[in-house]
């Protein structure tokens, strides 16, 4: 054979040799290839799900913030109003809708229905909210608030309070006082006063054996003896929007970090 055949065959088989290497490397970057384009789009999915509820929750914050700013300003106007019969209140306005609405009304208390709300805080204090079961004039029975107490450095050792004893007229607001949405239970204690863990007034009527509104009386005298807390709304609105603001700098943060990988996987493509 000379030198001509003997080249010609050494290309030819050199040739045959290398296909199936070529054809195994080809493969095997496709299949890569592929792994990377199913966990990109994984990935992709999963970002913009993310990104879009970190935007709802700002949405739904911001909602939220408007709607407490509306009832803010309606309290404020109600807190400006000349207090109106306890029967015109019910019927003027709903359960729900009560809050700040000022009124004025004769109560008769009750000597031994007198109550302690527990884990109160009031000016850096912790304590209890004193309420006292009064009979209004309508004769509707109620709960009137008393007042912020500090608590004894003694749990067993409740703290002394001064009782209404006598009938009296007295003006002030209605409110709604929110459950514990983790625990609602009344909780009540049989030693007078009553310490309760919440102002559940739906147990505390079935623990009296008559009916209460769903409401409370707070005071509001300049003569009265006990601080008031008036907290009317659990979550403020200027607290809505500060969320609704964190939800979404955490969006625009997910946004640009996103960003900055995309452009550092298309940077390196092209490099390749």
Same mark, same amino acid.
């Given at each position: ?67 407490? @700013?509306?009832?803010?300003?309606? *309290? ?5 109003? #000349?207090?109106?019969?306890? $029967? +015109?209140? /019910? %019927? ?30 009031? @000016?850096?204090?912790?304590?209890? *909210? ?5 009979? #209004?004039?309508?004769?509707? $029975? +109620?709960? /009137? %608030? ?127």
């Amino acid at each position: 054979m000379n030198s001509r055949n003997r080249t010609k065959m050494i290309f030819t088989t050199s040739g045959s040799m290398s296909d199936p290497l070529s054809r195994s490397v080809s493969t095997d970057s496709r299949s890569v290839m592929k792994r990377l384009s199913v966990k990109a789009i994984l990935g992709a999915v999963l970002t913009v799900v993310v990104f879009a509820v970190l935007v709802k929750l700002g949405l739904w914050q911001m909602s939220r913030g408007e709607q407490k @700013q509306a009832l803010e300003q309606e *309290l404020q106007l109600r807190q400006q109003m #000349e207090p109106i019969s306890l $029967g +015109m209140a /019910l %019927e003027q306005y709903s359960m729900t809708n009560i809050a700040g609405v000022r009124v004025k009304i004769a109560v008769t208390p009750s000597r031994n229905m007198t109550f302690l709300l527990d884990n109160q805080t009031y @000016q850096g204090k912790v304590g209890y *909210l004193a309420y006292q079961l009064v009979r #209004e004039s309508s004769g509707h $029975g +109620m709960l /009137l %608030e008393i007042g912020f107490v500090p608590a004894a450095n003694d749990r067993n050792v409740l703290p002394e309070v001064n009782w209404l004893a006598e009938p009296r007229e007295l003006e002030g607001r209605l409110y709604q006082k929110s459950l514990n949405p983790l625990s609602s239970e009344l909780s009540i204690e049989d030693k007078t006063p009553h310490r309760i863990q919440n102002l559940n007034i739906e147990q505390l009527s079935l623990w009296v054996g008559e009916p209460i509104l769903p409401v409370a009386f707070q005071p509001q005298e300049t003569d009265w003896s006990y601080a008031q807390p008036w907290v009317p709304i659990p979550l403020s609105a200027d607290k809505h929007f500060g969320y609704a603001v964190q939800w979404f700098v955490m969006a625009t943060v997910l946004f640009f970090i996103t960003l900055a990988l995309c452009l550092r996987v298309y940077q390196s493509r092209r490099a390749a």
